[in-house]
C-alpha cells in the first residue's frame, strides 16, 4: 500500500524508495486518486460553519463544513480574509445563492465575509 503525503520533506522519489515502488507507480497512483481531490463547485449546502483550527506548524487554518450533517466542506491552508473569499468566488453567484445560514464565532471579518459572498 503506497502511503501518499507530499509535504516540503517528501518528494515522489522518496515516497517511493520508503514503499519499495518506483516512482512511475507513485505518479500512477496520485493520478488515480486526483480525482477525489479536485474540488467541485457547482454547489454549497444551505448552512454552512466557518472556523479557524490549528493545524500543521501550529498556523491556524480555516475549516468550512456543512452545518446539518457536520461534513467537511473545505480547509484551507490559512484563516486570512482574502484566502477565504477568493475560494468562495470560484463558485457561481447562483451556487451561493442557495446559502440561507453561516454560523460562526466571533472572528471580526467572517461577518464581512459573508455578507460580500452570500447574498441571500
Known sequence: KII????????MTSIA?????????VQ???????????PSFDSLPEHLAFD????VGRKLDFICQDGEKHTIVAILENRFKNTII???????EIVRKT?????MDLNCYY??????IFPN
Request: charged share 25%; aromatic share 12%.
Open 4 to 11: 501518499v503525503g507530499l509535504t516540503k520533506d517528501h518528494s
Open 99 to 103: 446559502v440561507r445560514t453561516v454560523s
Open 111 to 116: 461577518g464581512d465575509i459573508v455578507r460580500q
Open 17 to 25: 524508495e520508503e514503499n519499495g515502488v518506483s516512482v512511475t507507480t
Open 86 to 92: 477568493k475560494y468562495f468566488l470560484q463558485f457561481p
Open 52 to 55: 479557524e483550527f490549528r493545524g
Open 28 to 38: 500512477r497512483y496520485l493520478d488515480h486518486c486526483s480525482a477525489q481531490f479536485t
